[in-house]
């Protein structure tokens, strides 16, 4: 096979991955809404309660296969079997004047490149076909398990809310102040492991905290058809559950003080905004 392949009859990387996640939610909501006046002026109250509740476990897989550049010859034969393997049975996108797909040519035909690593990787032996063998490709086996390890966790979030509220009408002015506060509770279970995965262990953390979200929305109607909106609000976005998934990637070799030690973060804390929008 090597004898017949060109450096640009081939992609230099062909990266797989696999992720099983299963989620699960739970909610529940109370409103209460309350019209009444005061000094002859309409008023609206509103109040409520809300949870939110999430469980995430994830699993990853990953492989990475290389083309060893050594492995391919300076000069190649003149037939070359392989050419166009990449673009067999490929997808062409019809003319640009379809309206759905930009014209440039033939797209790569990614299970035609996925059976050709696997065939190489047939033909070759596992020192062969191992990070460092002589091999035309290599499997990056080592860092594939590793990157598999750090998304393997299982994660839950509880979210407790409030929130109270006014709607206050003075004829053309329309005022809605309130406060919304929020009660977050995180548990998390991730894996402590060394590089080649010969020590291995469960880490577990959990995290709260509360928010609090102030805000007042105006609408003033200049015309029957023309209305002035204004509000001043705060929001919150968290991180993702796989940045603060607390695994740790710790060296072989525990007493060498050079080496580097990765770990993930569950105290990240959420970004929080404050919003002016005038329309």
């Known amino acids: 096979l090597a004898n017949n392949i060109r450096v640009t009859d081939l992609l230099e990387l062909y990266h797989t991955s696999k992720s099983d996640s299963y989620e699960q939610g739970y909610n529940a909501r109370l409103d209460l809404r309350i019209p009444h006046e005061v000094a002859g002026f309409p008023l609206n109250f509103q109040g409520g309660l809300k949870y939110r509740g999430k469980y995430r476990t994830s699993g990853a897989k990953y492989e990475r296969l290389l083309v060893n550049q050594a492995a ?77 390890e750090k998304r393997n966790f299982d994660a839950s979030e509880d979210i407790f809310a409030g929130y109270l509220m006014e709607t206050i009408d003075l004829k053309n002015l329309r005022l809605m102040p309130g406060v919304r506060v929020e009660h977050t509770q995180n548990g998390y279970q991730g894996r402590s492991f060394n590089r080649s995965i010969t020590r291995t262990a469960s880490l577990k953390a959990k995290t709260s905290y509360t928010d609090f979200f102030p805000g007042i929305v105006a609408a003033y109607r200049l015309k029957r058809n023309h209305v002035l909106r204004a509000g001043i609000t705060k929001t919150i976005a968290r991180p993702n559950y796989g940045d603060l998934a607390p695994y740790q990637v710790l060296p072989d070799d525990l007493g060498n003080t050079t080496a580097e030690i990765e770990i993930g973060n569950p105290d990240l804390k959420a970004q929080q905004s404050r919003n002016l929008d005038l329309a």
């Open 72 to 148: 391919i010859p300076a000069t190649p034969v003149a037939n070359r079997p392989v050419d166009g393997l990449f673009l067999q049975g490929g997808f062409t996108p019809p003319p640009i004047s379809d309206g759905r797909y930009p014209t440039i040519g033939t797209y790569v035909n990614t299970r035609a490149v996925k059976e050709f690593y696997m065939r190489v990787l047939a033909s070759q032996t596992e020192a062969q076909s191992s990070p460092t063998g002589t091999g035309l490709i290599r499997r990056q086996v080592q860092q594939d398990i590793i990157n598999a």
